[in-house]
């Protein structure tokens, strides 16, 4: 099975900083596809890329994602108070589609 | 508008089985597979496995394998996931979604992946 860390686990960050959030990969990810996602307390996981960098429609241009192979960063510019949630990346290159552990994008 | 409504949460004991329906809405069912995610407590996700909507295809995760069981029914468009011999680490939020597309990996292994669509989630408490 292909393992995604994600690094860092906490992130502490002030709205209007810049996230940057990283997703490693054990094994080269086929096709690129990486997929990022929002959680919040409560709620299911929300969709915000697919393919490492194919924004979902009606997620805001502030979030997006880059890298191929075995290195994937999702970067969130200008954070809003709602950019404060869990990120997990997932790889659907090949089965079994494995996630990271989650990086948790708190208020500093 | 495409929805996944799940079934309500559910206790059991010990050594039970549980079912969790996902019902499905908005699209035609058939053209694409479910997948099911579980969570535990304030851990990550974990994928569980995946079902075909149109044939018996399944791809279930090792850890599941001989525990799970994933149906679909597509006169309702409802999709079922049986867990059986439960213990205290099945205490979960269990998750259906739907990806975009359905794979099929090198190894011959059907799945999906970038679930847009996710139902609400049906916690499952397993207790003594």
Redesign the interface.
């Known amino acids: 099975d292909i393992v995604l860390t994600q690094s860092p686990g906490t992130l502490s960050l002030s709205p209007g900083e810049r996230a940057t959030l990283s997703c490693r990969a054990s094994q080269s990810v086929g096709s690129d596809f990486l997929a990022w996602y929002q959680q919040k307390p409560g709620q299911a996981p929300r969709l915000l890329i697919s393919a490492a960098s194919t924004r979902v429609t009606d997620i805001s241009d502030r979030f997006s994602g880059d890298g191929s192979g075995t290195d994937f960063t999702l970067t969130i510019d200008r954070l809003e108070p709602e950019d404060f949630a869990v990120y997990y990346c997932q790889q659907y290159g090949r089965s079994p589609p494995t996630f990271g552990g989650g990086t948790k994008v708190e208020i500093k | 508008q495409v929805h996944l409504v799940q079934s309500g949460a559910e206790v059991k004991r010990p050594g039970a089985s549980v079912t969790v329906s996902c019902k499905a809405s908005g699209y035609t069912f058939v053209d694409y597979g479910i ?1 099911w995610v579980r969570q535990a407590p304030g851990q ?4 569980m496995g995946w079902i075909s909507a149109n044939n018996p295809n399944t ?1 279930y ?2 850890k599941f394998q001989g525990r799970v069981t994933m149906t679909t029914d597509t006169y309702t468009n409802t999709v079922y996931m049986e867990l059986r011999r439960l213990s205290s680490d099945d205490t979960a939020v269990y ?1 259906c ?1 739907r ?2 597309a359905d ?1 099929r ?3 011959g ?8 669509v ?4 049906t916690m499952v408490t397993v207790s003594s």
Do not use: C, H, P
């Not at chain 2, 990550?44 to 994928?47: D, R, S």
């Not at chain 2, 996710?118 to 989630?121: C, E, N, S, T």
């Open positions: 997948t990550g996700l974990e994928w791809n995760a090792q998750y979604a990806g975009g794979y990996d090198v190894n292994y059907f799945y999906s992946g970038a679930f847009g996710w139902g609400q989630g």
